[in-house]
C-alpha cells in the first residue's frame, strides 16, 4: 500500500456479490466507487499544489503529517486516512469462510487474548461501542504484541505508533443500506467474511517493519 500522488482507487479483490449475504452488493458499490472514491478525489485535490509532497506514501501522509502547512495537515489527515483505513478494510475481506486464522496467527491471538473466542467479543465491543463513526482494529505495536482499539473518524493506529491488521469499519455508510441501524447485527456477521490470509500477510509485514 504504497501509492503515491495522484491516488487512486484500489479495485475490490472480489466480485461485487462476493461478500453476500452479509456485504450486499449496493452496500459495497456505495461504499466502495462513491465513499472511497471521494476520498482519494479530495486527498488528490489537496495535494495538487504542494508538489514537495507528491513524492510522500499514505503512510508518510499519516505519520509524519505534522511537517505539512497547516493549512493542509487536517484535510491529508482525515482524506490520507479515508483511503488507508478503506483500502485495508476492503482487502481484509472476501467471500464467506469460516477457516479462521492460521495455526501461527492463531497462536498470537491466543497469547494476547486467551482465546480467538476472547479476542473476538474484544473485538465486538470495540466496534459496537465506538461512538459515532470509527472505526476497530486488530494492531500490532512496535514490540509486535497484539491489541484491540478504536480510532474516531478516519484516523489510524499508525498515529498511535501501531501497525493496523485488520480493521472494521463501523461509519454507517459500512452498513446502513442493508441493516438501518443493527450495528451490532453487522458486526457479528462480518467475522465470517474475513480474509485471514490478508491477515496474515499484514502482520508479516509488520514484523519486519
Known sequence: MRQQYPFSVEPLPYDAHA???????????FHHDKHLQAYVDNLNKTLADYPEYH????????????ALPEAIRTPVRNNAGGVYNHQLYFRSMGPENHSGPSPALAKEIDCYFGSYEAWKEKMKN???TQFGS???????????????????????PLALHMCPLLP??????????QYQNRRPEYVEQWFSIIN???????????RKG
Not at 168 to 177: G, K, P, Q, R, T
Request: proline share 1%; aromatic share 12%; hydrophobic share 45%.
Open 19 to 29: 461478500l453476500e449475504p452479509v456485504i450486499d452488493a449496493e452496500t459495497l458499490h
Open 55 to 66: 513524492d510522500w506514501s499514505l503512510e508518510k501522509l499519516l505519520t509524519q503529517g505534522d
Open 126 to 128: 470495540a466496534a459496537v
Open 134 to 156: 470509527g472505526w476497530a482494529w486488530l494492531a500490532a505495536d512496535e514490540q509486535g504484541r497484539l491489541h484491540v482499539l478504536k480510532t474516531a473518524n478516519q484516523d489510524t
Open 168 to 177: 472494521i469499519d463501523v461509519w454507517e455508510h459500512a452498513y446502513y443500506l
Open 196 to 206: 485471514w490470509d490478508q491477515v496474515e500477510k499484514q502482520f508479516a509485514m509488520c
